[in-house]
Nanobody, 122 residues
């Protein structure tokens, strides 16, 4: 069992940056791939980024490629999402997830956090 708690969301102007953190409980964090997803009002949840258990492989949605960076610190049981050059369309609730596979599908993740709100003003 893994419990995930996101933090770091907030209100930022377009062009600004935020860094989201996701702290995980449990000793098995380093064995899980981690992903970030987001859900905007009235829209389905969508994939943002994923990272393998070792951190050696990453994968991004086209909409965030070149602007967002996913990373992890297994010693701290934490995964990060650095978000730069934010746009109003990045406004959403951001969720982190843990699972055996690092991919874009929600089905690949077994555990989910409660989400953190990111609002980008124009």
């Amino acid at each position: 069992q893994v419990q995930l708690v996101e933090s770091g969301g907030g209100l930022v102007q377009a062009g600004g940056s935020l860094r989201l953190s996701c702290a995980a409980s449990g000793r098995t964090f380093s064995t899980y791939a981690m992903g970030w997803f987001r859900q905007a009002p009235g829209k389905e949840r969508e994939f943002v980024a994923a990272i393998s258990w070792s951190g050696g492989n990453t994968y991004y949605a086209d909409s965030v490629k070149g602007r967002f960076t996913i990373s992890r610190d297994n010693a701290k049981n934490t995964v990060y999402l650095q978000m730069n050059s934010l746009k109003p369309e990045d406004t959403a609730v951001y969720y982190c997830a843990a699972g055996p596979l690092w991919g874009p599908g929600e089905y690949e993740y077994d555990f989910w956090g409660q989400g953190t709100q990111v609002t980008v003003s124009s």
